[in-house]
């Protein structure tokens, strides 16, 4: 799969050398593992998590609700066959994985929604390993897991739907849609373009009730300056990805929007889900857990939750 990228200047001789370096497909191909580069390194394992808000305009029931995200980035040690973090006890079988956790909060009328995406991806490039989701709201909750063995992915649904209920399923080799995210912050010059198998949101196909399976899908990534967009096109679905970014390294995240058909009946119409970035902070926040930390909110333009 080529890429297809209109770069200038020194960043796009940067870019388009390590899309020369390793770049390879997820789908009959071989990823060729690649080194951290010293910039990568010092950015990411300086003992600290990338964390950032995003205004969030989200379509349901065939209308936008106003809501926030917050993208949690993190290196940590991943167990390769277990597939779960690391915690120290001595099993060598590990790798350094970049993690996303995707956390979406929006009100539909009286209710509201919670929704969270992890995904798990090997800071050498290689496939991500595992990505999962679960969507609450009052009615009750879903959760959806993939994992990669081999070269495919398999995994699991557990759901309050009677027409869903709880079952396995394969998916094969696809590129994951919730791992572009650890893909673009790894190296975008990796991202697929052309035509690409891909398996759509985990968070996508819950909301939508759609089977848990890859589509054909269609890929470009475009730069216009110091912003990069990438967009999905998936016409069996009639969505549209798009993922706005930094050219130059570390590729933060301006925003994504998701364009298709939302709502049933009268309420039916094409719809666009926004997220928009508002902050974006560095820090220890697996040890900023006392009281005294909630002041630290205001960094990130969330509301406090103060104790009585």
Known sequence: MGTKMLLSGVIAVGLLLLA????GSQQ??????????????SYWYQGKAEIARFDLKQARYGELR?????????TEDFLVKEQVKYDGDGNADRTSVLKTNLLERYSTGIYDYAQMTSVFSPVDGTPALKANTSVQDWCGQ?????????????GTLFSYFQSEGDHEFAVGDAWLEDALFN?????PARLPTGAVRMLPSLR??????KPTEAVEAQATLVS???ISTYTVQMPALQRTLSIRFTTAFPHALEGWSETRPDGRGANAQVLTTEAVRTHRVMEPYW????????????????????PQ
């Open 20 to 23: 020369t370096c390793g770049a």
């Open 28 to 41: 009959g191909g071989t990823v060729v593992a690649v080194q951290p580069t010293q910039e990568f390194s």
């Open 66 to 74: 106003n809501g926030h995200a917050v993208l949690v980035f993190v």
């Open 142 to 154: 879903v959760f959806s897991q993939v994992n990669r063995r081999g070269k495919s992915y398999t």
């Open 183 to 187: 893909q673009v912050r790894l190296d």
């Open 204 to 209: 996508f196909l819950r909301l939508m009730h």
């Open 224 to 226: 216009d300056g110091t």
């Open 287 to 306: 040890e900023q857990n006392a009281n005294s930390d909630d002041p630290l909110r205001d960094r990130l333009g969330l509301e406090r939750m103060r």
